[in-house]
């Protein structure tokens, strides 16, 4: 019997895609991200699409301002497949952008806005980048001609130092130019690139397709029940797979509001939740305990609060007893899933948080996920062993990286990193992770781009990074150092690493080690050994 029997779920069939793969599709499916958009601004033109603070768009307007930028972006020399970084926090532009750049068949690639500028430069570089749209606040961060020769266009949101290489987005859309038909794409077609850390300290590119984003789109409307009139608070990063998927892409297809939250902030969130009657939130776990702690949560009015996803992390059973017994009207979902499989592969099934709080879920609909073990063979039920994860949600691969591509994918199944099982009644469990990775707040962290870092510090002979536990955001990260000879300081240690690292990556505490890190007979650090060293030190606040 089937989890989803009783869900709106299109019909499905099986197809073959990108040579050798066979997916299971839902039959009828919107053509891409902007063909979502477009059904929803003829079936409801008046209805609200953007809330920021002083600003209501309809739907029709955020068409109208959409097709107006892209018009102005192709009169500065921008067409049709050409890769265009989105460098923006989240504001209302991020859309008005995101839309723009799929009308006229462009490549949008959202950038964290945390990124320093040799992360940046490297990204821009590496996915052959022709524009960058930033705010004005990060413009100090823009790779330079040097850095990346190939980007034409610098495009500044706000007031911006004066510069003769930066464009004013105001300006360009201040020009009528002439509106052109939006360009009609091929499903296959990618749509977004999206960058996740590897294991080598270099990003990678995932290429998210018009399918892919699709068919996840689908996956949450189904999953979630989610329909007209919702209100979605964009409370995560626009930037990454939960906050550009689950929230934005998914809204501009069931034709709701999206509420964006510029920081987060718990008090000022709730009151905000309370005065746009949100309906749907996908958060991570953190958030919602940061909501809990507030004393004017209790009094909030939040009754429209219908739908809180979660993911990133697991949330403990006393905060999920706690936001029921304060919002019986609240349907938590936990969804597992990563960029490579444009956000969901798994999402509970509504109601059943409670009974099945140590899982993830279940496979969606068109998933297909396998426990397998290091021989590439398939487990049994209950066994633990890496997951694979197959289906239309599930990238063709990283761009312009073929290397990292086959080591991450066979026959159209990404090997995931993480080890799990599966129940004989098809739920899915996550214990660890086979990578070496760190979940901070539900930020992705690999130890080897912050160990990277580190090593470059002068005097440095060895370092490594392990987890510290956290109540509030399940992992902080610690550093282990060995450099002998300098004297430890652990200020100018992480405002080096701040010049180089995204702020959620930079070590928040540090151990400094006379004598060398354990390693076992093949020189492979020994990182349960750390572990077992880490401090007790009061945490930092968020």
């Known amino acids: ?59 029709a307007e955020l068409d109208e301002a959409a097709g107006r930028l892209a018009a102005g972006l192709a009169a500065h020399g921008l067409q049709r497949g050409d890769r265009v970084v989105m460098f923006i926090d989240n504001r209302p532009e991020f859309i008005t952008v995101l839309l723009a750049l799929q009308r006229m068949g462009a490549i949008a690639v959202p950038v964290g806005v945390r990124e320093q500028r040799p992360g940046l430069a490297y990204i821009v570089e590496q996915c052959g980048a022709a524009a960058i ?13 040097e850095e990346a ?22 300006s360009i859309t201040a020009v009528d130019h002439p509106a052109s038909e939006p360009v009609q794409t091929d499903e296959h077609d990618v749509a977004v690139i999206l960058y996740t850390s590897g294991t080598t300290g270099r990003p990678k590119g995932a290429m998210l397709t018009h399918a892919n984003i699709v068919h996840s789109v689908l996956h949450y409307q189904a999953a979630m029940k989610l329909g007209e009139g919702e209100r979605a608070a964009l409370a995560v990063p626009a930037s990454h797979v939960t906050g550009l998927v689950a929230v934005i892409a998914t809204m501009l297809h069931v034709g709701g509001a999206l509420v964006v939250v510029p920081v987060f902030k718990a008090e000022g969130f709730i009151a905000l939740m309370s ?47 706690a ?15 990563a960029t490579e499989t444009t956000s969901p592969a798994t999402i509970m099934p509504m109601g059943q948080t409670r009974t099945h709080a140590d899982t993830v879920g279940v496979a969606l609909p ?49 090997h995931s990193g993480d080890l799990g099982s599966i129940d004989a009644e098809g739920y899915v469990r996550v214990f660890d992770r086979k990578k070496d990775m760190l ?27 392990v987890g510290k536990p956290c109540a509030l955001l399940g992992e902080r990260v610690h550093a282990f150092v060995h450099a002998p000879g300098q004297t430890p300081d652990d200020v100018s240690l992480r405002a080096f690493c701040a010049e180089r690292l995204a702020d959620y990556k930079v070590p928040e505490t540090i151990s400094w080690c006379a004598q060398p890190l354990p390693r076992n007979a093949n020189g492979k650090l020994m990182k349960r050994l750390l572990r077992e060293e880490l401090p007790v030190v009061a945490p930092r606040s968020a």
């Open 133 to 145: 749209v930033a705010d004005a606040v990060l413009t100090g961060r823009l790779p330079d001609t």
């Open 1 to 59: 019997m089937s989890a989803w029997q009783d869900f709106p779920v299109p019909a499905m069939r099986h197809e073959a895609w990108y040579g050798d793969r066979i997916v299971r599709c839902f039959q009828q499916r919107p053509a891409s991200l902007w063909a979502m958009f477009a059904a929803t601004v003829a079936r409801s033109p008046g209805a609200e699409s953007v809330v920021c603070e002083g600003l209501r768009l309809s739907y």
């Open 439 to 465: 979940n901070r707040g539900g930020f992705k962290i690999y130890s080897v781009e912050v160990e990277n870092v580190l090593m470059a510090w002068p005097g440095m002979i060895d370092a490594a990074i």
């Open 323 to 337: 936001l029921g017994a304060r919002l019986p009207g609240l349907t938590l979902i936990n969804a597992y899933g």
């Open 149 to 170: 020769p190939g980007l034409r266009l610098r495009i500044v949101i706000g007031k911006a130092p004066a510069d003769v290489q930066l464009v004013s987005l105001e």
């Open 275 to 321: 005065t746009e009657r949100i309906t749907h939130t996908m958060m991570v776990p953190a958030m919602y305990n940061l909501c809990l702690l507030q004393p004017g949560f209790a009094q909030a009015r939040l009754d429209h609060w219908r739908v809180g996803g979660y993911g990133g992390a697991p949330m403990p059973v006393t905060t999920i007893d």
């Open 366 to 414: 068109a998933a297909d996920m396998r426990v397998m073990d290091d021989d590439g063979r398939e487990l049994p039920p209950g066994r633990i062993g890496e997951l694979w994860i197959g289906g239309p949600m599930v990238v063709p691969g990283y761009w312009a990286n073929p290397k990292a591509t086959a080591e991450s994918f066979t026959a159209g199944y990404w």
